[in-house]
């Protein structure tokens, strides 16, 4: 029973005592407000008069500005729950020196200034509640629970209205400030409990504490004025702020004359308005129960923001035509029972997604500044026009402020999404646009920064820089990279001269031939190579006279000199002689002739023939070699080779893949074109799925050079799900930059979404029957990583669909697991346009970080189904973990 | 009817997940790991290693208690904690080169499941999207530790 209700009114799992703690406090707080203000508003009209409302419209907004500066010092710094127990005091101390008052002097001071009491207190407690709500819950909950804490907050109300209706005529008005006092104590006690057993709000952060409150107050509020000028969101909700107070104290003015008209004592008003706010607010609480959550998912934060403004229109209109009973109470529903069930809870929504260190400022400028100057306008209008006896004249105004407010409204949504995803971007701390830029072309600062890394101790980080050098500065890469390797050992220096092959070295050729006489043969060959290369004559003469040299290769690049050169050496006998020589010796020499392989094409056919045997020999000995450099060796070697492979080369692929060392899986991952077709897709998936980034790109590299109609092989293993989700990712990477239709992509999408879903509903039957069984257990785990996985794959999935970097910035708002993150992330997601792909996707994404995909027609009846869907899974290691968690057929 | 091999690597998997340096590594790139560590049998009143010697190895408890204490000599009475089942002790050690800071007990006789360092680290090498779970994992450490400091500071 509890669990349906919680489950209908969309509590989750450890939320309850939180929900009933915020629907108690908000219930308390409400009733106070709903008797202070019923009590101030008939205190006010009935013994000074309507015709003072104006006045009072103007003095409070600067009584306004003056507490919110103070507010503004005290929002984001303090726990919001230490400012209410302040506030609570304080007011506490006002409400009961006014009763004072009225008891004994009779002034009629004192009604204006309970009246001020109330109005001030009130738009402070109600800006204060929405930041209390977000420093202890994320997006996603104040979505979910906002309405229904705000529900809370409008039973409050409804009893305090009700406490007016039965409480007036037997108390007297001016008593209920009593009753008002003892509900602040209350909520006083109440505040103080949960926040002993449960400490400060959770998401509260404070900033550095200081002494100048008054310099801090200003700084905040100059900080907050500059961010609203720079946020687009900030300006269009202030000016939506600035139209909606001028409308609705309108609205408030017109109602409350047509009120005073038709009630003519003070008990009765009291009355009538202790039961219009039991009314407003039963419908109010209504709404929110049933109605704005619903609302709000169906058709989006940014459609039913925009609901309020036009009922405001409408309300406004209503009573221009008829300045009647019927009329004002349709604007007092508006106003008390449309406002708080969706303007509220949107605008609450609308606020969340600001950053966290900004809110209380923002929302300090709002009551500092906007709103005081909104109402000195509203009054001024209300105070001039109340003169003509006509409404029309302070109604007109006030329609043309609710047009505008409509349109400002409208602006909002607009700055909504892409304020979300600018908030997520500072947030994650994603590198900015510059950071990812081409250093091809960069300023003379940014190659100094890689000249400093090619200077590096480490050897590995320099060669790294200098990778970086040789493709950004060609031009100026080969005299840094030369005079860094000066000192080093043959080793480095020899990595150092990889780099150096795609350069122009001809003015560096006397520091290559000094380098090489300081050096081994290895590096000697090395160097000869690079000259040969380029056509260096020298070199040519010098590597020819090494043909007969003892070492492997330096007569390998001899060979290769001579095949290159034929004008060097008359005729190849010896040549093929010393090659073939080469392929039957040690290992080192049949290594160097690994070199050769390109110069086959050199060679007459007689000659191949001669030789490639012999190479079948050597790479089938190198393979089935322990050393995993050889084997490396060998396997490069292999990536060049276009004829037969030796015999052994599919099980040393097999053998090869599966080996620890990332080197051999990378070049065994560049070999799969020979290994047997009916093998080759697998092993083509396993390389692209391997854990080294490496070898995953050697493997795309790979499918590429193998298959003509690549894309389409990688998208139909996509969509059949082939392979594991790294390598759907990688295979998926691979495609973005492709010209296929976008449409491609939305159906990867879809697909991979609803692949989430079933995984989804596994994992929460899984959860269900948690047993504690270890194979069970591990399955569990398993099906919540593929979900995330398939979650961001569908993800990927839509990066072409949208401008470059958005879809990125949800990802990793989604992979940061930071619940605040996550929730922002899904509120983008879902307000992204294409909604159809989107949304499923967005629920999804929500549903993940809830663990809870139950529905009511799910895909899965009981754990048995699920363990037997895993266990026929295509995904190798789920179909592992599936089959050890199915029982043993014969038990 | 399954691999004899399997049950165990499957319950080295769950122990791995439930390691603090594990738990956000993906359990498809965590099978390296599981069949690189190896199973050690210790008794009661073993130390598996004292405060100040060079820590190289990682141990998960499979069986049996071992008590934590910051004193060299230490009993199993003072300990600062007790490890049962499923715990994880010297995990530190694996990625920083420090001397153990605390030394480790056998109360009851304890089977454990140990990983050398040197094997994780070329484990790494070989397979860097494992280090990226690693990361996560040693990153929410972290922010619960932040978390608990700030909520510490707040109580006081």
């Known amino acids: 029973m509890k669990g349906s209700i919680e489950k209908r009114l969309l509590i989750h799992a450890g939320e309850r005592g939180s929900v009933l703690y915020f629907l108690f406090f908000f219930m308390l707080v409400s009733a106070g407000m709903a008797i202070g203000r019923s009590s101030a508003d008939a205190l006010f009209l009935k013994r000074l008069g309507i015709e003072y409302l104006p006045v009072m419209y103007m003095i409070q907004s600067m009584l306004l500005a003056a507490v919110s500066l103070v507010y503004t010092g005290f929002a984001d710094r303090i726990p919001a729950e230490r400012f209410f127990r302040n506030l609570f005091s304080v007011l506490i101390v006002l409400i009961l020196g006014s009763w004072l008052v009225i008891h004994t002097t009779g002034s009629t001071l004192v009604y204006p200034v309970y009246y001020l009491i109330y109005e001030v207190s009130s738009e402070l407690l109600l800006v204060h509640a929405a930041l209390y709500m977000n420093q202890n819950m994320t997006t996603l909950q104040a979505k979910r629970l906002a309405p229904l804490v705000y529900a809370g907050a409008q039973i409050g109300t409804i009893i305090g209205g009700l406490t007016l209706v039965f409480a007036a005529p037997v108390v007297g008005t001016q008593n209920l400030l009593l009753v008002w006092c003892g509900l602040l104590i209350a909520g006083s006690v109440v505040l103080y409990i949960r926040h002993k057993r449960h400490g400060a709000s959770t998401h509260f952060r404070a900033p550095r504490k200081t002494q100048r409150l008054l310099y801090d107050c200003m700084t905040q509020i100059e900080q907050g004025l500059k961010y609203t000028w720079s946020s687009s969101l900030l300006r269009a909700s202030s000016l939506t702020l600035f139209f909606l107070v001028i409308a609705f104290y309108v609205l408030s003015y017109s109602v409350n004359r047509v009120y005073t008209q038709t009630f003519e004592t003070e008990e009765s008003l009291t009355r009538f308005f202790g039961l219009l706010t039991a009314v407003t607010s039963t419908v109010a609480l209504f709404m929110q129960l049933f109605v704005t959550n619903r609302t709000i998912r169906h058709f989006g934060v940014r459609a039913i923001n925009l609901l309020f403004p036009w009922t405001t229109l409408a309300s406004l209109a209503a009573l221009t035509f008829s300045f009647t009973l019927p009329a004002a109470l349709a604007g007092s529903l508006n106003k008390d029972a449309l406002m708080p069930a969706f303007r509220n809870p949107v605008h609450s929504m609308f606020f969340n997604v600001l950053p966290d260190y900004m809110q209380g400022r923002i929302r300090a400028i709002s009551v500092a500044v906007v709103l005081p100057l909104a109402l000195l306008t509203g009054g001024f209008l209300l105070l001039l026009m109340q003169q003509l006896d006509n409404p029309v004249y302070f109604l007109l105004p006030g329609m043309l402020a609710a047009v505008l407010y409509l349109y400002s409204s409208k602006r909002m949504n607009n700055a909504y999404v892409s304020t979300l995803i600018t908030t997520l971007k500072e947030r994650l701390f994603l590198p900015n646009k510059h950071m990812y830029a081409d250093l091809n072309g960069c300023s003379d600062e940014d190659m100094e920064e890689v000249m400093r890394g090619v200077t590096h101790t480490d050897t590995d980080v320099s060669i790294a820089f200098a990778r970086a050098l040789v493709e950004s500065f060609p031009d100026k890469a080969a005299s840094i990279i030369l005079e860094r390797l000066r000192g080093e050992d043959n080793a480095a220096a020899d990595r150092y001269l990889k780099l150096l092959v795609s350069l122009d070295t001809s003015s560096h050729t006397e520091a290559l031939y000094r380098l090489a006489e300081s050096g081994d043969a290895h590096l000697q060959a090395s160097i000869l190579r690079l000259l040969l290369d380029y056509g260096d004559p020298r070199s040519i003469t010098q590597a020819i006279h090494l043909l007969s040299s003892d070492n492997p290769r330096l007569c390998a690049t001899a060979i290769h000199a001579a095949l290159r050169y034929p004008d060097a050496v008359p005729g190849t006998d010896d040549i093929v002689i010393a090659w073939h020589t080469l392929l039957q010796d040690n290992l080192s020499s049949q290594l160097a002739a690994l070199d050769l392989i390109p110069d086959l094409e050199c060679l007459p056919a007689r000659d191949r023939q001669l030789l490639e045997p012999a190479y079948q020999n050597a790479f089938s000995r190198l393979l089935d070699d322990s050393s995993e450099d050889t084997r490396i060796r060998a396997l490069q070697g292999l990536h060049t080779w276009v004829t037969d492979s030796p015999g052994n080369i599919h099980d040393s692929l097999l053998h090869s893949l599966a080996s620890e060392h990332p080197g051999v899986r990378e070049a065994a991952a560049r070999c799969l074109h020979l290994a047997r077709d009916e093998q080759r897709a697998a092993l083509l998936l396993q390389a692209i799925g391997d854990a080294n980034p490496r070898v995953r790109q050697a493997g795309i590299d790979t499918l590429r050079a193998t298959t003509k109609q690549h894309e389409a092989l990688a998208l139909d293993w996509i969509a059949d799900n082939q392979g594991s989700l790294r390598a759907q990712q990688a295979l998926l990477k691979s495609l973005l930059d492709s010209r296929l239709p976008k449409t491609v992509f939305a159906d990867i999408a879809r697909n991979k979404s609803e692949e989430a879903q079933l995984l989804g509903e596994a994992l929460s039957i899984m959860d269900l029957n948690a047993d504690g069984v270890n194979c069970h257990e591990l399955l569990r785990i398993t099906l919540k990583e593929q979900l995330d996985q398939t979650i961001d794959l569908a993800l990927l999935a839509l990066e072409p669909l949208y401008e470059p970097g958005l879809i990125g910035i949800i990802r990793a708002g989604f992979a940061s697991g930071d619940a605040r993150h996550i929730a922002n992330a899904c509120e983008a997601l879902e307000n992204l346009d294409k909604q159809k792909i989107t949304a499923g996707l967005s629920i999804i994404l929500q549903n993940s970080v809830n663990n809870d995909f139950s529905r009511d027609e799910s895909f899965f009846q009981s754990l048995e189904d699920v363990l037997k869907w895993c266990a026929n899974h295509r995904n190798s290691w789920l179909n592992l973990c599936g089959n050890r968690a199915l029982p043993p057929i014969n038990a | ?156």
């Open chain 2, 1 to 156: 009817m399954h691999n004899n091999t399997m049950p165990d690597l499957f319950d080295r998997l769950i122990l791995l997940k439930q390691s603090p340096i594990f738990s956000m590594v993906m359990t498809d790139d965590l099978r390296v790991v599981a069949q690189a560590m190896e199973k050690q049998q210790y008794f009661a009143g073993d130390r598996i290693f004292e405060t100040g010697d060079q820590g190289d190895h990682l141990y998960i408890i499979i069986s049996g208690k071992v008590g934590i204490s910051l004193e060299s000599k230490s009993s199993g009475t003072s300990c600062l904690a007790t490890l049962s089942s499923g715990d994880c002790f010297g995990e530190m050690n694996l990625l920083d080169d420090l001397p153990r800071s605390a030394t480790a007990e056998v109360i009851e006789d304890t089977t454990l499941l140990s990983l050398e360092k040197t094997r994780l680290r070329g484990l790494i090498q070989s397979y860097p999207d494992m280090s990226v779970g690693m990361l996560r994992s040693l990153s929410l450490r972290l922010r619960d530790a932040n978390r608990k400091l700030m909520e510490d500071n707040s109580h006081a």
